[in-house]
């Protein structure tokens, strides 16, 4: 198993940046990739970024490319979402996952932290 725990979530105004994190504990040596994916009240969750264990490959939604950087430190097992110029479509739930392959797909990820909000006030 695999447990998440995310961290940084909180109130902000547009324009603003925030900046998450993601500690991974466990089996940490079954991870391939972890994304961040985002849920806003009445929404489907959506794909975020992601990025392999590695460091060496990222993607990212096209509504955050540019604003957000995904990284991650491997002496820590901590993976980052810094989020910049934030707007309030950016508000949700954040959710970091633990998978496979750093792709946009929900299935390719086997473990789910609980997730923190991010609430971007205009």
């Known amino acids: 198993q695999v447990q998440l725990v995310e961290s940084g979530g909180g109130l902000v105004q547009a324009g603003g940046s925030l900046r998450l994190s993601c500690a991974a504990s466990?089996?940490?040596?079954?991870?391939?990739?972890m994304g961040w994916f985002r849920q806003a009240p009445g929404r489907v969750r959506e794909f975020v970024a992601a990025?392999?264990?590695?460091?060496?490959?990222?993607t990212y939604a096209d509504s955050v490319k540019g604003r957000f950087t995904i990284s991650r430190d491997n002496a820590k097992n901590t993976v980052y979402l810094q989020m910049s110029s934030l707007k309030p479509e950016d508000t949700a739930v954040y959710y970091c996952?633990?998978?496979?392959?750093?792709?946009?797909?929900?299935?390719?990820?086997?473990?789910w932290g609980q997730g923190t909000q991010v609430t971007v006030s205009s």
């Open positions: 466990g089996r940490t040596f079954s991870i391939n990739a």
């Open positions: 990025i392999s264990w590695s460091g060496s490959d990222t």
């Open positions: 996952a633990a998978g496979r392959a750093p792709m946009d797909w929900e299935s390719l990820y086997d473990y």
